[in-house]
């Protein structure tokens, strides 16, 4: 574990982000940098492909989509 050194406006950002997502400022931070490592390894899949890939792999059961 280390200390990362960002921007000071983008830390508000993940500063505001993260009471939106009942998040603390790091988990926010780390989400964002996982979410994004993620969005570079698979350029084919949405946001909402990675999200729901990340579910499935915890073992989340997500409620049937609406037709």
């Not at 500063?15 to 400022?25: D, G, K």
């Not at 926010?28 to 946001?47: I, T, Y």
């Amino acid at each position: 574990m280390g200390i990362v050194k960002i921007d000071d406006d983008l830390h508000e950002e993940v500063r505001r982000a993260s009471t939106v997502q009942c998040r603390s400022i790091n988990a926010q931070a780390e989400f964002w940098m996982k979410v994004g490592m993620l969005a570079e390894a698979n350029p084919d899949m949405s946001f909402n492909d990675i999200v729901r890939k990340q579910y499935e792999a915890a073992g989340v059961r997500m409620p049937a989509q609406a037709a």
